[in-house]
């Protein structure tokens, strides 16, 4: 007798059970396979057991795939650096300019601060402000002083705890070049480095003074003056004050290849060549034992 009201032969209306399967004549669809808390269960006859859902057989579960964890935070370097960079590219985003004579740079005495800078913007066609985090402008100011005909070397133009700093090497005097004044519109007295290199118009007393008449100097300041006797007596003149203690001879003469130098009250006969220790030290010992005014000859040393 069949069952059309529902109800079970006891009178209580029939449940359906999740267990059974439901044929296919019934229903007119494929048979699912059964679950159970959610998930599907093992067929028989599956090999290895694998479960439906994830391949490896795992149940899929919520939220993001393990590989997607590190995207925030790189996401968020990728930001920094972009702010970095346009900070670099933008002054609006980096250090705001400095105006060139806020400069950091240590200058020998006889240089004036406010007219050396001057002098580097003119050289150097350099703005009044230069912008730190700018490699082009500290390229182009650290051209602009190595121009100077004061300066001998640039070692470094960078920003110290928000303070532009400058380490520049100068050109020190070391020997005073008469000049026959007809020959000069810039002074009869001019001064050059150890170098030979002419240095602008200035007073420095106390320098060894080249007792030879020598021609007007070929280049600018800045430049090597261009004659061997100027050029050799201030490599020996500048080889004697970097000794300790320093040697400065008052005057020097040059004559067939060899130095006669004028130290204290004694004509000195050094002879040829500048860097020599073992002569040096003679003639300090001679200095010291030598009578006033008598002559010492070290170039046989």
Partial sequence: MSRSNGKSPSGEEERPNPDR?????????????????GFAQEKPGDPGGQREGT??????????PAWTVPIPALLGMA??????????????????PIPLQQIQIVLPSWLNRVKFLDE???LSAFPATVNPSSGEDLFHLKAGFGKHPWVRSVDT????EGILTAKVQFRIPVLEVGVDPDKTTRGNTRFVDEAGVLLPVGEFPGLTRLGNPVPAPKGEPGQLWGDPL???GASLAGWLLRQ??????TAMEGHLGAWRLQIQDHPVFWGTG???PGRLAILRLALESTGPNLPIDVSGK
């Fill in 274 to 276: 500048t860097n020599n």
């Fill in 244 to 249: 300790t203690p320093p040697l400065r001879p």
């Fill in 55 to 64: 391949p490896n057989g795992a149940p899929h579960r919520g939220g993001w």
């Fill in 230 to 232: 100027v050029e050799g």
């Fill in 157 to 160: 133009i960078e920003l110290q």
């Fill in 21 to 37: 399967e439901v044929s296919t004549s019934e229903t007119g669809k494929k048979p699912r396979a059964r679950r159970k808390n």
């Fill in 120 to 122: 580097v913007r003119y």
């Fill in 79 to 96: 930001i920094i650096y972009l702010f970095a960079w346009v900070g670099t590219r933008n002054p609006a985003f980096g250090p705001k």
